[in-house]
């Protein structure tokens, strides 16, 4: 069972940072769904970058939304404000950020457009949570913000939603009421002991044999996109809708997204969020090695003074450095390839005109965690940087 107390904790540490009203919830993809259905008007059009994780489509469908794709920028992958045209600006409900592997996207030009329409700017703030646009912290801009603690915090379970009106809270509660189910003891063990397997297979140096039991317990992350069969989620879509009729496709990479979070997590989560000062120190440290390197996206060298969740690099062969890296045990986070208009058809969303800058970004982005920056430093110094012109 959760305890009410840690997390007004919680809250109360992330509402520090962000300066808005907080609710604790099982996981950041709970917090988007009630996001999404809690500001943005039944079957709208939600405008988002096709470089996101998949599970954030299935949330953005399962609240009832169409997900219009939109242009992307070669240098963070994030939604490109300028290119955004005033036709797509015109379709668009509301507006979701990415700020892909931490690096901001361009809050302030899409808080203000969203502001002149009088549409809820969403911030997806999953992987940015030590991450600021002019010293304010990443989910302080929009109407919402939706927080994940098992990227920075390394929480097995735990997100939240920061919002704008306290006024909505009471709704909020009653929604979140409605989508949380109890936690078992078998998930609860299993999300106890699979990090500490994974922390294993990095310290202690015996990699293939520690992964390959990891894997068969299924403790290791699955690919980057999660199998699709269209034709089951439309059914699913048009028969009920909602989390718990696509739970199959939103639970793919974490069983207990939906699940009451237990004490023992809990004050674990409150632990590290107060010591996060110290982690973006780290964090920062590893950066500074990794910006010495050929490749480095512009978009991370921009947010160099963030402590962000991985330094992408734009190189050549990025599937071979990505399999040397692992063998190296060096971890590397997830890549977004195919961008979401490739992975799913019409039926599900509104494709980008121009789907060129997405597929080069998903081609080459190789996303390193900077707290292993020294071992990545040995396999990727002489890595070749991917060429522009590739984009073509």
Same mark, same amino acid.
């Given at each position: ?39 943005? $008007? ?47 600006? &015109? ?76 006024? %909505? %809270? ?11 189910? @109890? ?10 002991? %699979?990090? @500490?397997?994974? @922390? &294993?297979?990095? !310290? ?5 044999? @520690? ?12 690919? !980057? ?14 028969? =009920? ?5 696509? +739970? ?14 237990? %004490? ?14 110290? +982690? ?7 950066? $500074? ?9 512009? &978009? ?40 979401? +208009? ?12 121009? $789907? ?15 707290? =292993? ?10 890595? $070749? ?8």
């Amino acid at each position: 069972m959760s305890v009410p107390g840690l997390e007004v904790e919680i809250e109360t540490l992330l509402q520090q940072r962000t300066g808005r009203q907080c609710l604790f919830t099982p996981s950041g993809r709970v917090a988007l769904y009630l996001a999404f259905k809690t500001y943005v $008007r039944p079957g709208g059009s939600l405008l988002m970058s096709p470089i996101t994780c998949d599970v954030v489509l299935f949330t953005v469908l399962a609240a009832g939304l169409r997900p219009l794709i939109g242009p992307v920028s070669n240098e963070s992958g994030n939604l490109c404000a300028e290119a955004i045209s005033a036709e797509l600006w &015109g379709r668009a409900d509301a507006v979701l950020t990415t700020n892909l592997y931490g690096q901001p996207d361009q809050v302030r030009e899409l808080a203000e457009r969203c502001r002149e329409l009088d549409i809820p700017l969403i911030e997806d703030a999953a992987q940015a949570l030590e991450s600021e646009v002019s010293a304010v912290p990443v989910g302080s801009f929009g109407t919402a913000a939706a927080f994940s603690f098992s990227k920075h915090v390394g929480a097995p379970a735990g997100g939240a939603l920061a919002f704008s009106d306290g006024s %909505r %809270r009471s709704e909020l509660v009653s929604l979140l009421k409605q989508v949380t189910i @109890a936690r078992s003891s078998a998930r609860v063990i299993k999300d106890f002991v %699979r990090p @500490a397997v994974e @922390a &294993g297979i990095r !310290d202690l140096g015996v990699v293939r044999p @520690a992964r390959a039991t990891a894997q068969a317990m299924g403790w290791l992350r699955r690919a !980057d996109r999660a199998p699709l069969d269209e034709a089951r989620l439309g059914d699913a879509l048009a028969r =009920h809708g909602g989390l718990a009729a696509l +739970d199959r496709w939103a639970r793919w990479d974490l069983p207990g997204y939906r699940m009451a979070v237990p %004490r023992l997590f809990l004050a674990g989560i409150a632990k590290r969020l107060s010591r996060l000062e110290a +982690d973006r120190g780290r964090r920062q440290a590893g950066i $500074r090695v990794l910006l010495e390197l050929p490749g480095v996206a512009p &978009g991370a060298r921009a947010a160099a003074c963030c402590g962000l969740l991985a330094v992408p690099f734009l190189i050549e062969e990025r599937d071979r450095a990505r399999a040397e890296l692992a063998r190296r045990a060096v971890r590397t986070e997830y890549v977004f390839d195919p961008p979401l +208009d490739d992975y799913a058809s019409p039926l599900l969303l509104e494709p980008s005109t121009d $789907r060129g800058p997405a597929r080069w970004w998903a081609q080459h982005a190789l996303p390193v965690n900077p707290l =292993h920056a020294e071992a990545a430093r040995v396999v990727l110094s002489g890595w $070749r940087p991917a060429s522009p012109q590739s984009a073509a």
